[in-house]
């Protein structure tokens, strides 16, 4: 995809951006320009006004489940995930689990 702009023409492509609550999965497909970054995804997929949660620097990214850094540019059909802290540790949540499992 090609969108004409005052400069000339720039190039597009089309990724997604995602993220979820415990509450809402939200996907966002987007038009961007070919440079785009993931950070810049994130800021232009609305999301940053719309989950007061996601803070820049904070927050990991991935593409398609691989962590990535915000400055990572965007292939055409790239799905940029935004990562929430984890709330428990996932090897103490599994202990305690196995530790409830075997009281009787």
Known sequence: MVRESAEGTQAMIGVEVVYATAAEQVVARLSVPADCTAWQAVELSGFLRR??????????????????RNEERLSPGDRVEIYRPLLADPKSARRERARRRARP
């Open 51 to 68: 989950f007061s949660d996601i803070a820049p620097g904070t927050c990991k990214l991935g593409i398609f489940g691989r962590v990535c």
